[in-house]
């Protein structure tokens, strides 16, 4: 039997799309996340970019 050098593809996970959806992630946290807050800190800090999505906050 002949000894020969193999190479084995492994199929991975693309390295651009862990960022990507990590940072959407965070976007829908800080969006719905802070729209729904009890905290008015919260709540006020967030309060112009909620709306410049259009999404009500109240």
Known sequence: ????DHIIAVTTIPT???P????ILLGVFLV???GFAHSDTI???AHDSR???AFPCH
């Open 1 to 4: 039997m002949e000894q020969s």
């Open 16 to 18: 651009a799309l862990v």
């Open 20 to 23: 990507a959806l990590s940072a």
């Open 32 to 34: 719905l996340g802070t």
């Open 43 to 45: 709540h006020n800090a």
């Open 51 to 53: 709306h410049s999505f």
